[in-house]
């Protein structure tokens, strides 16, 4: 199994920043590809970026230029660094690893999540 545990939501002003990360423990070595998604009050879960094994990161146009997706392999961790905040990025941030786990036990595994309040 995979475990996820996010931490450093908070409430920020707009046009701040704000560092998420995700701490990764279990069946680290299956994990190919890591993302973060976000959901919003009454909206539906939407992807914020990806990282591949290889270091690669992707983002929707969305948060592109302003959220960074980045690791320490050491540390078994994935940070989402988010700079000039809006309001509408006011969300619960969960931490992914899709299709992860070995055998009978792989899946799409996920974090508690972690809440971002932007404010006007």
């Known amino acids: 199994q995979v475990h996820l545990v996010e931490s450093g939501g908070g409430l920020v002003q707009a046009g701040g920043s704000l560092t998420l990360s995700c701490a990764v423990s279990?069946?680290?070595?299956?994990?190919?590809?890591m993302g973060w998604y976000r959901q919003a009050p009454r909206k539906r879960r939407e992807l914020v970026g990806t990282?591949?094994?290889?270091?690669?990161?992707e983002y929707p146009d969305s948060v592109k230029g302003r959220f960074t997706i980045s690791r320490n392999l050491t540390e078994n961790t994935v940070y989402l660094q988010m700079n000039s905040l809006k309001p509408e990025d006011t969300a619960v941030y969960y931490c992914?690893?899709?299709?992860?786990?070995?055998?009978?036990?792989?899946?799409?595994?996920w974090g508690q999540g972690t809440q971002v309040t932007v404010s006007s």
């Open positions: 992914t690893a899709p299709s992860a786990g070995w055998g009978a036990e792989t899946r799409d595994y």
């Open positions: 279990g069946s680290i070595f299956s994990i190919n590809t």
């Open positions: 990282i591949t094994t290889g270091g690669t990161t």
